[in-house]
């Protein structure tokens, strides 16, 4: 099972969004600096997941929430609103 994620950053308020199909690996990985474009976001904690059957299913939606904006803002209102 592959799947989308997107992380927080517990110091700032910035978000990442990548695709695994090894999730609890990849959230240590982000958290011991191995991932060079989250290291300095550290601690970063899981804030979405989204499920596919396939990679090329998964990569296709991590590739249209990094290319259209919207989709993020909207996923990112979504999980902050639910805080509230």
């Known amino acids: 099972m592959w799947c989308v994620y ?3 950053s517990s110091q700032k ?3 990442y969004v990548g695709s695994t ?4 690996q990849r ?3 982000h958290n011991k600096g191995q991932v060079p474009s989250t290291i300095n976001y550290r601690p970063l904690k899981l804030v979405y997941t989204k499920e596919f059957e396939s990679e ?3 990569r296709a939606y991590e590739r ?3 290319a259209r904006r919207i989709e993020k ?3 990112i209102r979504n999980i902050e ?3 509230k």
């Open 64 to 66: 249209k929430i990094k």
């Open 21 to 24: 199909n090894r999730l609890e």
């Open 56 to 58: 090329k299913d998964a």
């Open 6 to 8: 997107m992380i927080k």
């Open 81 to 83: 609103n639910s805080w």
């Open 73 to 75: 803002e909207t996923i």
């Open 27 to 29: 959230l240590n990985e």
């Open 13 to 15: 308020r910035w978000y």
